[in-house]
């Protein structure tokens, strides 16, 4: 972590630069796969998890076997720890559940915004490096409260085939409707078209790398509603003397570790606190599976 | 307009398909004016305004005449009208300011939902076949209310180098700080990075044609937030026995008169109904100066 004491105008406006992913070189390919998925539905989702993911799939929905497997496999702490950050989420969610003002602007003329649920949403869940249950219980929670019917959700399988019991016992709490093992720019394509196997929604949600980004980026082109073209993780902490060292380091590391790109920043006005805060961002490194990630963002 | 009875599933889908801009072709053109303008700055602005507009420009602002001429151009009665719509749009607006509620998830976490005005917002006015002084009411007025502090506004200027006092007029009825006479994709560059004359804005609303709407979505990806990518206008109409077919075929006809690629239905249960605001359309259509645009669409 650098230290930046009083940045001045321009400084402060380096530091704040937010990364970009570069997508542009990838729009071919993107586009190929857009068309392929397309064209030939389940048969290109096969053909790309076997060239990208290394897995021959049969089929690319789950059987009840491992849906069993999945929640039995699972410890027990972090199933309790999954419902218990579900119902959090829950909570803020529906606290945002209210009805409109109606507003006569001219005698008989009646306005109002009006919320309906979105019938049939698709998240995407990126694999790699670590499992995103946060992600499935953050997208899929709120659709649940909002009332949307379909809650479908694409994820690649593991290099065995297989989705991470945590995904799976989160997606299963969260009530999502159907879980398919796809991945990239070709889940994207499913959920945008629908193929044999796979619904076509309304609307796609969910971060993921370039690919994933950019093949959001041209299905809304085509008219499929996405929640926003997703960049690398950010996270800026303001704390002053009343913070917990521990709980500040925690947070900024919790998206350091997301990708080398992440872009982590601390704002304080207390040295010391800045001081113990890089003993516990020290402290928590050495013990975080994903050390060298995190370091690297930092 | 066409009357299709009792559509069936697949018939409905046809109806209901979105008229879609082809932008893929543009692409090339609308990179090497955003590259342009980034690097010129002004000198590139008054280079399309010669090439596109037809104006050659020795400034981009306005002359404390012109605004006075623009007020005192204006007809009273639409001076009175457009007066009447922007309070109208206010008090539907100043309805969705409210406070969020707090939620305690656990014992100390507490978390809400904060707005908060950006800081600099750019609006864009299309030129072309007639002045849209309503999208300046309907931008200008919520970014006012949320309290934001640089409002300005880029639209092209006519073959004779002026804007359109109906424009002027709705900015300054609005608090819009700032009107720069410069349209299509350089006017969308200029607001995303600067140039010696606009200044760069944090966020971009307003409807255009596919270079405006290309030139929107290329500069998001480099960081600069747009409100949507905006397609051709749509109406959906549902009427039934108590509405007055000269309302009915009135909103019809104000979007279809947008442009021919506007989308136009009405949903009616009611014959009778039907007749009449078939009736009132033509009728109506007479009048309209818009008449071929209008009809075209239909």
């Not at 539905?41 to 060239?51: E, I, M, T, V």
């Not at 999954?82 to 529906?94: D, E, L, V």
């Not at 409260?145 to 690649?156: D, H, R, S």
């Not at 928590?284 to 963002?297: E, G, N, V, Y």
Request: hydrophobic share 45%; net charge positive.
């Amino acid at each position: 972590m650098n230290t930046v004491r009083y940045p001045n105008a321009k400084t402060r406006a380096a530091l704040l630069q937010r990364p970009a992913m570069e997508a542009d070189t990838a729009h071919k390919t993107v586009a190929d796969i857009l068309a392929a998925v397309q064209q030939n539905g389940d048969a290109a989702l096969r053909k790309y998890a076997l060239q990208f993911d290394k897995v021959k799939q049969d089929r690319l929905t789950l059987t009840a076997k491992e849906w069993k497997e999945a929640v039995s496999q699972l410890p027990k702490d972090l199933k309790e720890a999954i419902r218990q950050a579900q119902q959090n989420i829950a909570r803020f969610h529906r606290a945002q559940q209210r009805s409109e003002k109606k507003i006569t602007t001219t005698p008989g003329v009646v306005c109002w915004r009006e919320s309906r649920a979105i019938e049939k949403v698709g998240l995407y869940i990126p694999g790699g490096t670590a499992p995103l249950f946060s992600t499935v219980l953050m997208l899929a929670t709120p659709a649940k409260i909002a009332g949307c019917q379909q809650v479908v959700l694409c994820t690649p399988p593991g290099k065995d085939g297989k989705i991470h019991p945590a995904i799976l016992f989160a997606a299963q709490l969260c009530g999502v409707t159907a879980v398919y093992k796809t991945g990239g720019a070709q889940a994207i394509a499913a959920m945008a078209y629908g193929t044999q196997s796979v619904p076509k929604v309304d609307k796609i949600f969910g971060p993921g790398n370039r690919f994933v980004t950019l093949a959001k980026q041209l299905v809304q082109q085509q008219g499929v509603a996405i929640d926003m073209p997703a960049g690398p993780s950010e996270v800026l902490v303001v704390a002053d003397e009343t913070c917990v060292p521990a709980f500040v380091a925690a947070d900024l590391l919790s998206q350091a570790e997301h990708g080398p790109d992440s872009q982590v920043l601390l704002v304080t006005w207390k040295e010391a606190l800045l001081q113990k805060v890089r003993e516990q961002v020290q402290q928590q490194l050495k013990t975080l599976p994903r050390q060298a990630i995190a370091s690297a963002a930092l």
